[in-house]
């Protein structure tokens, strides 16, 4: 199980990001780029900017405890994290890519 204090940890532990207010939730951002997660402390569920690639990966591992986030957010790869049943690593290496795909975004053709 992954607490907020433990996913705050965890979000924060990459180089220049922040955390602020987003809704009803903590946000998670590069400083001066966008927001790679947030998290809602009243189910305990953390939503992961993934690409949807990824997010497929991710959701085969555990589709009862990751799943798309059920709006446009999701179809564009907005993963929930159902945090008191998802293992540490796998919750840090979805964090990883998000974060990665802020600092170092694809190139468009």
Known sequence: MINGDTFTEMALSFPGTEQRPHFDRQGYRVAGKRMFASYLAADNTANIFL?????????????????????????????????????????????????HAVVNPPRRS
């Open 51 to 99: 690409t949807p690639e990824e997010q497929a990966l991710f959701c085969a591992m555990d589709s009862a405890n990751i799943y798309p986030v059920p709006n446009k957010w999701g179809d564009k790869g907005a993963t929930t994290f159902a945090l008191d049943n998802v293992a540490r690593e796998l919750v840090f290496e979805a964090l990883l890519s998000a974060y």
